[in-house]
Each structure stands twice: as C-alpha cells, then as structure tokens.
C-alpha cells in the first residue's frame, strides 16, 4: 500500500512539473514539429532550401516558432517562421472577428531587404562604417510576418529562390553608437554627407546615432545622453551642419 501511495505521489509531482514546462515551454513535439513544418513551408513558397535553429514556444499568446537558415548563406541570418490564428477581417470594425484557423507565417522580407540595406550602406560609405568614433554599425527592421500567399515578388535570385516583395509600410533604420560622448565636428560632417546622399540616391532608411553613455560615479549613471534620431521622410529638412546639430537630443 505504501509503495503504491508512494508511486502515486511521484507520477502526481511528474505530470505537475510536466504540465508547468508545458504551460511555460511548450510541448516538446510540437516544438519539433514546427521545425520541420518550417523547413517545408520556405521550401514551397520560397523555394528556398533552409535548416533549422531550433524553435520557440510564446506561452503568453499560446504560439510557436521556428528559427531557420538559408543553406546557402550566413547561420546568424536568422528567418522566423511562427504558427499563428487568423481571422476573418472582412465584417463589420465592432463585431468581433471570425477565427479561421492556424497557418504559419515568415518575417523573411524583413530579413531580406534589411541585408540588402546593410549591404548598401558599406558599399555607399565606407568612411562611415570605418570612423573610430564609431564603435557598433547595424540596420534594425520592421519585425512583420506575412503567410504563405502573401508578401512575393515577381522575381527571383541567381539560384532561383524567390524574392519577398520589399515592404512599403516602415523603412530600415541606420542604427549607430558611437564610443565618444560628443558628436564631433568631423562626425558631424561624416552624417551630413550621408543624409544628403541617401536623400538624392538611396538607400532610404531612417537615422539613429547615440553617443556613449556618461561615465558611472558610485554606481549610478550621471549626466545625459546626446543622440539624433531622424526620420528619411525628414532628411531634407537637413541642409548643413547647423541643422543637423539642431536635431540634436539628450536623454
């Protein structure tokens, strides 16, 4: 009797702390499955050959997720591709929305133009991406998942892989930290030029630059931060090196 009541208390403490891993974790097979799920979904709507990074459960909205690759480029450039509901949007704005069922979704367009943008910018300024008072250079996108029908272009790459229609809804953003505490007069120029050439020629992508953080006394962060953020929509309200420093905040 005792062994019995002591192998009912040990399956209650098991299926307990399954049944919290799967509440906050998700159920093991379901994460495998989504990766496999992945892999074939960018093969058929993009024809692309990719492998998985493993995957994610998101126990606040009940979803999974897979991250994959392309085989044939850099692992770090990572494609998300997650299991979400969708709705039927066509009724009335106060009627609650018809759920039609589950389908899976790729942020791909964001990884893809966001590269081409990086790649762009090193091509176009050099100088930018080489100054020491720089000390980190990324491009930062939109994060938006499309299904399997939506967000394709007409063409494709060298290899016949299919390329995402470039999104129209948020630019890229151009973000820069610098290693100093000042924007120098140098830097300054550096932007201007910049701004003035993406204005005329591309590519379109809005400006974060922020400064070194004030040196920490006693633990405890002392004075303000100067950073410029600009809009592209903006970057012709830039006319030299006055208005650029104008644009100028502290936080």
Do not use: C
Not at 129 to 153: D, F, K
Not at 194 to 221: C, F, H, Q, W
Not at 227 to 237: I, M
């Amino acid at each position: 009797m005792k062994k019995l009541l002591l192998a009912v208390v040990v399956l209650a403490v098991l299926y307990g702390g399954f049944y919290v891993y799967a509440e906050m974790e998700g159920y093991p097979w379901k994460r495998a499955q989504i990766q496999k799920d992945a892999v074939r979904y960018m093969k058929e709507k993009y024809g692309m050959e990719t492998k998985s990074a493993g995957s994610s459960f998101n126990f606040k909205f009940d979803t999974y997720s897979a991250k994959v690759y392309d085989v044939r480029g850099d692992e770090e450039r990572i494609i998300h591709v997650e299991r979400n509901a969708y709705y039927d949007e066509s009724g009335p704005p106060d009627e609650p929305m018809k759920r039609l069922g589950e389908r899976l979704e790729d942020n791909y367009a964001e990884v893809y133009w966001g590269l081409r943008t990086e790649e762009r910018l090193r091509e176009t300024f050099p100088r930018v991406y080489g100054n020491e008072e720089i000390g980190r250079i990324r491009v930062v996108t939109t994060y938006r998942l499309q299904a399997l029908e939506e967000g394709l272009s007409a063409e494709r790459d060298a290899d016949g892989v299919r390329i995402p229609a470039k999104p129209t809804e948020h630019y890229p953003t151009w973000d820069i930290r610098l290693t100093s505490k000042e924007f120098s007069e140098a830097l300054l120029e550096e932007l201007f030029s910049a701004i003035r050439l993406m204005r005329n020629s591309g590519p379109e992508a809005d400006l974060n630059v922020y400064a070194a953080l004030a040196e920490e006394k006693e633990g405890e962060t002392r004075g303000k931060t100067k950073y410029l953020n600009l809009e592209f929509e903006k970057f012709g309200t830039i006319n030299g090196i006055e208005d650029l420093r104008a644009a100028l905040s502290e936080y």
